[in-house]
């Protein structure tokens, strides 16, 4: 579990020193990566589900258009809480209405009239 934490706080780090320097890509171009990570086998009903998906998520949101950064962060924050060993429930209920929001907000910017 220790290795496991290890690998995944060093990935974390290295994406963001690579989020700082990295191009931000449009609206749209962002929108058509987070389709693609929609599009393949990830399911996010159970805990390594969710796993492969926020880390799918990590690296579009560090280049994301500016209007999906928050959107993408709190939906990467919704699922790392909900894969946690024992997920806490406050926190989750705490985070439910952002994850909402979040993801309404991705449906009208990818989906809707905001490409």
Known sequence: M????TVLIAA??????AGCSAPQDTTE????RIQ???????SNADKAGMIR??????????TA???LQAPLQSII?????SAQENPD?????????????????????CTGGGQ
């Open 2 to 5: 220790k290795k496991t934490l």
């Open 12 to 17: 974390g780090a290295l994406l963001g020193a």
């Open 29 to 32: 171009e962002s929108c058509a």
């Open 36 to 42: 693609t990570v929609g599009a393949g086998p990830t």
């Open 53 to 62: 998906l926020a880390n799918r998520l990590r690296p579009i949101e560090a």
């Open 65 to 67: 258009s500016q209007e």
């Open 77 to 81: 924050e919704f699922l790392d809480a």
């Open 89 to 109: 429930t406050a926190k989750l209920e705490e985070l439910q209405g952002a994850y909402t929001s979040a993801g309404q907000k991705l449906s009208e910017l």
